[in-house]
């Protein structure tokens, strides 16, 4: 399958531990995306990138949450010391242009 | 204050007949504007763009219209079916914004009864 492929599918967490996922894009896609989802709401902006570089952060994200995409290809989300309002899906999109976003099936992340 | 608003937060139709999702947004000026189906547990997937210069876009039973005047994209799934169930989000790309960042609604759940 040649979607887009994020690990795990599921995560619980105790508060206060790190925690990190993994999003592997469309092999052709240079545009990667993370967002948010919370129950009842659409998906929030948190980072993008273009290749290996960032080039945007939403406020949303906070000091204790770090992106990286090394080399261009997957890319990783890492939240250290979760919070109980950490939990949410976590998702990530890819996309060749600037144009329609293909997302994964997102991370569900439970902090207990 | 900007603002993407999707004006049901659910809407239960009868099989067959036409689904009407509104999206409407305030001091913005999007440069298009996106319409994606969510079912539960998974991500977002994509069905139709409509750019600025567009006034109606269709594919298959699915047609949105986009008014740039009113601030407002309407979209229609025509003899509707149960499977076609599920959350459907609007996305703004909007000038001036992120290359990166897509504006969602909050989304519109839809139920088809047989």
């Known amino acids: 399958d040649t979607g887009v492929s994020q690990n795990p599918r599921h995560k619980i967490t105790k508060r206060g531990q790190n925690v990190t996922f993994r999003c592997d894009p469309i092999s052709e896609h240079n545009r990667l995306y993370w967002y948010r989802q919370t129950l009842g709401q659409g998906p929030e902006f948190l980072t993008y990138?273009?290749?290996?570089?960032?080039?945007?952060k939403s406020r949303l994200l906070s000091d204790r949450f770090s992106a990286e995409r090394p080399k261009g290809s997957f890319s990783t989300l890492e939240i250290q010391r979760t919070e109980q309002g950490d939990s949410a899906m976590y998702l990530c999109a890819s996309s060749p242009i600037q144009t329609e976003a293909f997302f994964g099936q997102g991370t569900r992340l439970t902090v207990v | 204050s900007q603002k993407i608003e999707q004006n049901s937060e659910a809407l239960n139709i009868q099989e067959g007949k036409t689904a009407t999702l509104t999206c409407n947004y305030t001091?913005?000026?999007?440069?298009?504007l996106q319409w994606y189906r969510q079912d539960p547990g998974r991500g977002p997937v994509f069905l139709l763009l409509i750019r600025e210069n567009e006034k109606e876009k269709r594919k298959e039973r699915l047609k949105v219209t986009f008014d740039t005047t009113l601030k407002q994209s309407l979209f229609h799934i025509t003899a509707s079916q149960p499977a076609d169930s599920a959350t459907y989000l609007c996305?703004?790309?909007?000038?001036?914004?992120?290359?990166?960042?897509?504006?969602f609604g909050k989304g519109t759940k839809l139920s088809v009864k047989p």
């Open positions: 990138f273009q290749n290996e570089a960032q080039l945007e």
């Open positions: 001091n913005y000026s999007p440069a298009y």
């Open positions: 996305a703004l790309r909007v000038y001036g914004g992120s290359q990166g960042n897509l504006i």
